[in-house]
């Protein structure tokens, strides 16, 4: 099955997280940073999805950006999102 017809929503989900957070997020939160573990794993998924395919990089382009300039790099819960970022870019 063709697993990147996905990646839209994978990149709302981020971006949600990324800009506001989402419900109940303050359960999520650490250190600062909505939810990094389910923010690596979908950085990790999309890299995976993405690889050999314009079109899927296209759509990621975007998410890839806000994640790199929202990030905060001071702590290492930061860092890791930020290495995730760079790897799939």
Known sequence: PDFRRHIPTLVRTLRNM???GYSNAA???IVGITDPFLQAKILRLLRLLGTGS???SDDMNDILAQVATNTEGAKNTGNAILYECVLTI
């Open 27 to 29: 359960e999520y939160d």
């Open 18 to 20: 990324v800009q506001s």
């Open 54 to 56: 314009v079109d899927a």
